[in-house]
């Protein structure tokens, strides 16, 4: 079966880094475009970052760039959200999407809180 599970999470203090996980399997990893999303209590989920599967180019929202870095391991199945200089807006249920031409997978997502 399709999985994605996301690890990594937790709570950190501002300007504090971590780095999230996620372990992928049941479909051809090295196909899709691997993304991750947030969500705030009370907010829209918003993409974060994406890194394509073809040449692994990457892309970040404006409010992560310079901070975050999106990294992918084909040989492993695994995708990677290194988060450094971190600030409390930051805090978020974080989610990985693995999507396809016409399909797309969602993890269970994983907390970061940043705080104090």
């Known amino acids: 079966q399709v999985q994605l599970v996301e690890s990594g999470g937790g709570l950190v203090q501002p300007g504090g880094s971590l780095t999230l996980s996620c372990a992928a399997s049941?479909?051809?990893?090295?196909?899709?475009?691997m993304n991750w999303y947030r969500q705030a209590p009370g907010k829209e989920r918003e993409l974060v970052a994406y890194?394509?599967?073809?040449?692994?180019?990457?892309y970040y929202a404006d409010s992560v760039k310079g901070r975050f870095t999106i990294s992918r391991d084909n040989a492993k199945s695994m995708v990677y959200l290194q988060m450094n200089s971190l600030k409390p807006e930051d805090t978020a249920v974080y989610y990985c999407k693995a999507r396809g031409f016409s399909i797309e997978f969602w993890g269970q997502g994983t907390q970061v809180t940043v705080s104090s």
């Open positions: 890194i394509s599967s073809a040449d692994s180019s990457t």
């Open positions: 049941g479909f051809p990893f090295s196909l899709y475009a």
